[in-house]
């Protein structure tokens, strides 16, 4: 299959957002809905993989001007994958390594010498990471939580909302250690995972 990788440009801005829709689909992303994509506060690399000239993968990387403007964990100056995704269809084909080889050259001649990412516990994803050499740092949870308000009370202060007719949903975050207590009441419990590659 003969695809090329690209820096992404506004052209593609519609083909990106359908891509990057379809190929979290099948992933604990499925509701990460975007209709445009994100402007970073810092200097940021995308790269496309364009086959027929229609986007079937993207990495969407924000790096450093300066250390700790951008990565979680301390060290030399880096970068975080905030977004990657290939088309259900090109996978094994090879897309996300090349997308990922193609950003360490160029971010390793902006000096960027490592990169972060997070993923949540899709399989795939996280055997993936490790096969490109990312090595597991930290993780945390993020949890859906759903019922009655009175079930809700027992974990919010409702008190500084004010009047409420009800709560759906609460999505939040939490520390890794409550993973058993909050699995009884959550209907969704996702392990997001650090990882970090240094080159």
């Not at 809905?33 to 086959?51: G, I, Q």
């Not at 949540?120 to 490109?132: F, P, S, V």
């Not at 740092?137 to 008190?159: H, Q, R, T």
Request: aromatic content about 14%.
């Amino acid at each position: 299959m003969q695809y090329k990788i690209i820096e992404y440009t506004e052209k593609y801005h519609d083909e990106w957002v359908k891509c990057r829709l379809l190929s979290f689909l099948d992933s604990s992303y499925f509701d990460d809905v975007h209709r445009e994509k994100e402007r970073e506060e810092n200097p940021t690399l995308s790269l496309l993989a364009l086959f027929n000239d229609e986007v079937i993968g993207f990495i969407d990387i924000e790096y450093e001007s300066n250390i700790g403007d951008v990565c979680y964990l301390k060290g030399k100056q880096g970068g975080v994958v905030w977004h990657l995704g290939v088309l259900k269809q090109y996978r094994r084909h090879g897309v996300a390594n090349r997308l990922l080889e193609d950003a360490i050259t160029r971010l390793k001649d902006l000096n960027i010498e490592r990169l972060e990412a997070w993923t949540q516990d899709d399989l795939a994803a996280n055997k993936w990471y490790e096969m490109q050499g990312f090595v597991f740092k930290e993780s945390y949870l993020n949890a859906y939580f759903n019922g009655s308000l009175e079930n809700i009370k027992e974990y919010l202060n409702l008190d500084k909302i004010g009047t409420i007719y009800g709560i759906r949903k609460i999505n939040f975050e939490a520390p890794i250690e409550r993973k058993d207590e909050l699995s009884k009441i959550c209907y969704r419990l996702h392990e997001v995972k650090l990882y970090e590659i240094i080159f």
